[in-house]
């Protein structure tokens, strides 16, 4: 099913043994944590992702791993050098210096390797917070923890998206002079705080360019030992490369590559993962450049994409979408980076920005490598869509025209933001939980009484989440200030602020993943008319009956849970849901962070909605304790009976436009499409249809259920090795995945009729 007409070479098929083989071992397999975390986002191990190793490593019976979607490799041991990072011999301090002295020590003491057959080089085996000793300080995780308990949480892990053109333009070298400007600017004008920033960012610099270089004189070592004539050359080549990169701007089109990998390695490093903007956009000069004057080739171009992708399966990039005058942006590199996925498949983050005035030809490509990958590469994602949701929250259209799908369903203005994505949750079954109880206190009887109580609480949570957010921000710059990131954004070098500061970036919302949206709609609306209107059962039974998992109540639990469920387009528990996203929208949307901006509801969850039910226990929609709870605004598991249709009918309800993402995931069976002599062509109509009505995302896995299922116990049988699975937002090899993950995901409604 995935055969494409583009063949690869011996030297490409080599790096993609090598690329698959990591995965597949679980090399890549670094992003874990616990269910606590995954949940609220805050745990008493860490205040991000768990590393696989290092002191603040889980123990094999808490590790929960999410899947192989990272550059890191792991080597299995901790940072070689760890009690000689200078935050642990002289102290860690709250400041941009401290940071800066250890990046630059751990970067100095990161290997710089080149492997046979490659041409693009660069990546690393250990991440930076694993190895520097830092904690917030003791009033922000405690109001963290107490946050917790309210059902939300979150930690600044901004799925960002630098604007590469300008490193790609003045390269390391012209950074550097950029950052040493500035810095003079600043320290004329007395102020000690922006210089002292600024010279901390000269250090990170300056490493950078130390670490280019350290990877020429690698490849001409190399070289110099080497007797086959064509590895001999490839070495020389790579060394002249990253020597021109490391005293100056990219001049070709496979050095510009060459830039952006190193970009992503070095700042990946730091532990924080970014989209990296519209790969057409910033390749096509040079491409064109090197196409005229007869050094490039397409199919050259194809396979130095297709090493890019091999390197780093996590990069987020974006093709399509618009150019600032409004007309499509579809360009030669469009083709060329999604034919070289296309050659080489498997696990990847690339997103396809339709609109209407697309290249129609080109959007058929796209959705005919769906369709054959099976694996929801490309994401299907609606610019327009995307850029009215900036304007909508405010950006100028400047910033906003540059949007880019720079995450599992986030989208940036490249270059111009910091929303601070991915890791704040809330959880939104828990102020419905604790309506609940105050409603039988108070012996509330009608619907709307109770519903004034529940909205109360939801808005309690959000008061308590933006205190804590806030209080994370005074100390974000100066705990984990992002510097390499701050290097591509606007002003930000010229402010002498780092992108995470009060006052750095162009805009600063906050964006929130809300958890359990069609579980609240769907407990809601059985309440409403169960409890409120037929008065069947009072507040006080369906407590008891939820917090005892239903046990003795299953008369109950059926009544409940045959109520109509969000996802097959009635009316009644569709007008509810629309009741639920606008009053968490507008509760968020009416608190304001230090920085000046608004908070912004995201319907979305990448995964600790498998592991919510443990700590949220049963739910009144008849929901069991042990169960997951929905997927992001997807309905509930099995709940969603007319089809695909009626399901996107019922998302759309609420305009996407106003939110900060919600995909719509869609898993289908082969034999869907059984009749259909183009396959791609019904994925195209669907998702075209979907996002003229306003849908902002769409993921697709095509995947043989049976296979699946078996697969979630029988993982070192090879022949499920390869399969790979559109997650949520993200892709990853199925059978590395933590067990609970599979397990959810094979109970996702696999959907056989439109």
């Keep these: 099913m995935t055969k494409s007409k583009f063949k690869k070479s011996d030297r490409i098929q080599k790096l993609w043994e090598r690329s698959t083989g990591l995965s597949k071992s679980g090399k890549r397999n670094v992003y874990v944590d616990n269910a606590e975390f995954l949940v609220y986002h805050w745990s008493g191990h860490s205040a991000g992702f768990s590393p696989a190793t290092g002191e603040l490593a889980l123990s094999d019976d808490e590790r929960i791993n999410l899947g192989d979607h990272n550059c890191r490799v792991d080597v299995g041991t901790s940072f070689p050098y760890l009690d000689e990072m200078p935050s642990r011999v002289k102290g860690f301090e709250y400041s941009a210096t401290n940071w800066a002295r250890d990046y630059a020590f751990f970067l100095d003491h990161s290997p710089a390797e080149v492997y046979p057959n490659e041409t ?115 070495y020389q080549k790579i060394a002249a490369n990253m020597e021109q990169l490391a005293k100056g701007a990219p001049e070709s089109f496979e050095q510009a590559v060459q830039w952006i990998q190193l970009f992503q390695v070095v700042e990946r490093i730091n532990g924080h993962g970014n989209g990296y903007g519209r790969l057409d956009q910033l390749l096509i000069d040079f491409y064109k450049k090197d196409l005229g004057n ?29 150019d ?62 995307m850029r009215d949701s900036e304007l909508y929250s405010g950006y100028s259209e400047e910033d906003a025209w540059n949007v880019s799908y720079s995450g599992c369903q986030w989208y940036c203005a490249a270059g111009a933001e910091y929303s601070d994505h991915d890791l704040n949750s809330f959880v939104l079954p828990a102020p419905m939980q604790r309506a609940m109880k105050m409603a039988e206190e108070q012996n509330t009887e009608t619907f709307e009484e109770f519903w004034d109580l529940y ?47 009060i006052g750095g970036p162009h805009n600063a919302f906050t964006s929130v993943n809300v958890l359990g949206v069609p579980n609240v709609v769907d407990s809601l609306y059985a309440m409403k008319k169960i409890i409120f209107e037929e008065k069947k059962y009072t507040m006080a039974q369906l407590n008891d009956a939820i917090q005892n998992n239903w046990k003795d109540h299953e008369v109950m639990r059926q009544i409940m849970l045959n109520q109509e469920k969000f996802g097959n387009d009635q009316d009644g528990v569709d007008e509810m849901y629309v009741r639920v996203a606008e009053n968490i929208h507008d509760t968020l949307e009416g608190q304001r962070n230090l920085k000046g901006f608004h908070f912004r509801a995201s319907l979305f969850q990448y995964m600790g909605h498998t592991y919510a039910g443990r700590i949220l226990g049963a739910t009144p929609d008849g929901r069991f304790a042990e169960e997951p709870i929905a997927h992001g605004c997807n309905p509930m598991h099995g709940r969603n009976h007319e089809g695909i249709t009626a399901t996107a009918k019922s998302l759309l309800k609420v305009p996407f436009r106003e939110y900060q993402g919600g995909s719509l995931q869609i898993e289908l069976q082969p034999k869907f499409f059984d009749g259909k002599e183009n396959k791609g062509a019904y994925i195209e109509n669907f998702s075209k249809a979907y996002m003229k009505k306003g849908g902002i995302q769409i993921n697709f896995n095509v995947i043989d259920l049976e296979k699946l299922k078996k697969a979630v116990d029988d ?17 990853a090899h199925f059978v590395v995945m933590d067990h609970e993950f599979r397990k959810e995901f094979v109970n996702r409604v696999n959907y056989t009729s439109v």
């Design 715 to 731: 993982i070192e049988n090879p022949e499920y090795a390869d399969i790979v699975v559109k997650v949520t937002g993200y892709s």
């Design 294 to 322: 007869g050094i490039i080739t397409r199919e050259l171009a194809r396979d130095i994409l297709a090493e890019l992708y091999l390197k780093y399966g996590g990069n987020y990039f974006s093709f399509g979408g618009r």
């Design 455 to 501: 909205t109360r609480e939801v808005e309690r949570t959000a008061e308590a989440f933006t205190e804590f957010k806030n209080r994370v921000y005074k100390w974000q710059d100066r705990v984990w200030p992002e510097m390499v990131t701050t290097l591509c954004m606007k002003d930000t070098i010229q402010k002498g602020l780092d992108v995470t500061a």
């Design 120 to 234: 693009i080089v660069g990546e690393f085996h250990w991440q930076l917070d694993e190895a520097r000793n830092f904690v917030y300080p003791d009033e922000v995780v405690e109001l963290g923890f107490d946050l917790r308990q309210m059902g939300a949480g979150g930690t600044s892990l901004a799925h960002t998206c630098p604007d590469l053109s300008i490193g790609l333009g003045k390269g390391w070298v012209g950074l550097l002079k950029d950052v040493t400007e500035s810095k003079e600017k600043w320290q004329r004008y007395g102020n000690k705080k922006r210089s002292a920033y600024l010279e901390a960012q000269e250090q990170v610099v300056k490493a950078i360019i130390r670490y280019t270089m350290r990877h020429s004189d690698r490849a001409m070592e190399l070289a110099k030992a080497e007797n086959d004539p064509e590895q001999k050359a490839r």
């Design 324 to 385: 600032r005058d409004g007309r499509d942006a579809t360009n030669e590199i469009s083709w060329i980076g999604l034919e070289a996925y296309d050659m080489i498949g498997g696990y990847n983050h690339l997103g396809v920005m339709w609109h209407e005035d697309m290249d129609q030809e080109y959007y058929s490509y796209a959705c005919d490598v769906v369709t054959r990958h099976g694996c929801g590469v490309p994401t299907l994602v609606n610019y327009d869509v």
